[in-house]
């Protein structure tokens, strides 16, 4: 591996239209060189109910190769406008996303865990 160049995680729905912009936007807000992306359908809904353990130990597995292989020191979990896998309305995911956030730096406290919003426009948000 190019041990000069940055890579950064992504949490990230499954669907193809989210992965172009959030990749995109992790590459110019932290100038990531690379974004190892981990999917499934409606990522920040499982990690925020966090009960379903066989989806949380594989999420965990991926993020740990991206953490320790590649020394990504930024997570971010996605949350998307017309999410099939998670349905909620925006104010509903993007409580999700807080959770999710909340979660995953309790398994991950020396990493930068941060959540986002792709709009109907597929713009990325910083969610707070």
Not at 98 to 116: F, M
Request: overall charge negative; charged content about 25%.
């Amino acid at each position: 591996m190019d041990m000069n160049k940055k890579f950064v995680t992504s949490i990230n729905c499954m669907d193809g239209r989210t992965q172009e912009p959030i990749i995109t936007y992790l590459k110019t807000e932290y100038g990531a060189d690379y974004v190892d992306m981990i999917t499934e359908p409606g990522p920040n809904k499982i990690l925020a109910e966090n009960t379903n353990t066989v989806l949380i130990e594989s999420i965990k597995t991926r993020v740990e190769v991206s953490t320790g292989k590649h020394d990504s020191k930024v997570i971010a979990i996605v949350g998307h406008y017309d999410c099939g896998g998670n349905p909620a309305d925006e104010a509903t995911q993007k409580d999700q996303i807080n959770a999710s956030v909340t979660n995953v730096k309790s398994w991950y406290p020396e990493v930068d865990v941060i959540g986002v919003w792709v709009d109907e426009a597929w713009k990325v948000n910083r969610v707070v």
